[in-house]
């Protein structure tokens, strides 16, 4: 029923899908070969998709060995206010078929007056998602001058996710350098084999 009403408002996608998944079950996870089969899409589109919830930490990732697992990051307020809306268009849904029963108030009733809460809501969540992209500029537009310095053709070609440690960000070099940011503002870079070149 949730599923139902959330794609009818908000249409369908991949990333709704994978939201769906984690609200279902918070405590999910699963290696991306899985996720691949649970959202029966390829593994390209699977992967924009969970890096896309990673970069604003929905999401968080860990590998082992060559493996990448992916799981809920419960603790993030972009997770907290996604799943709250969700949590409210589950309590509409349930309203809504108790009614149903009673014989009162249509779905397209019920719909049309949570419509301005929804409003608000989305509204809000689209504020969040403007602020991260602003800071994630600013941020990257400082690891590219420090690359420039350290090696004047190298650039950032991909945001990974959180550190292993969960203490900060990763980023991925064109030439296959490994940069992290962390959370007291320092900066690590290694080498393609993971060997430290510079931290400050």
């Known amino acids: 029923m949730l599923e139902e ?23 999910y996870f699963d290696n991306m070969e899985g996720l691949e089969k649970k959202l029966r899409k390829s593994h390209v589109t699977t992967r924009k998709v969970v ?28 997770t907290k206010a996604v799943f709250r809306l969700m949590e409210r268009i589950e309590g509409v849904c349930a309203m809504e078929n108790l009614e149903e029963r009673d014989g009162e108030e249509t779905v397209e009733e019920m719909i049309e007056k ?14 969040l998602y403007e602020r991260v992209q602003e800071l994630e500029s600013a941020i990257e537009e400082e690891i590219t001058e420090l690359l420039k310095r350290l090696d004047g053709g190298d650039f950032i070609v991909e945001f990974y996710g959180t550190t292993l440690e969960n203490d900060g960000l990763e980023y991925w070099t064109q030439r ?25």
């Open 5 to 27: 009403r959330v794609r009818r408002i908000f249409g369908k996608s991949t990333h709704l899908k994978l939201l769906l998944l984690f609200y279902n079950d918070p405590t």
């Open 114 to 127: 949570g419509k301005e809460r929804r409003s608000r809501i989305v509204q809000e969540l689209f504020k």
């Open 176 to 200: 296959g350098k490994e940069v992290y940011v962390r959370v007291d503002g320092s900066i690590e870079v290694r080498d393609r084999r993971g060997k430290p070149i510079l931290r400050v």
């Open 51 to 78: 890096n896309d919830l990673c970069k604003v930490g929905i999401l968080k990732d860990i590998y082992g060995g060559r493996c990448r697992i992916v799981m809920l990051n419960k603790s993030n307020p972009y």
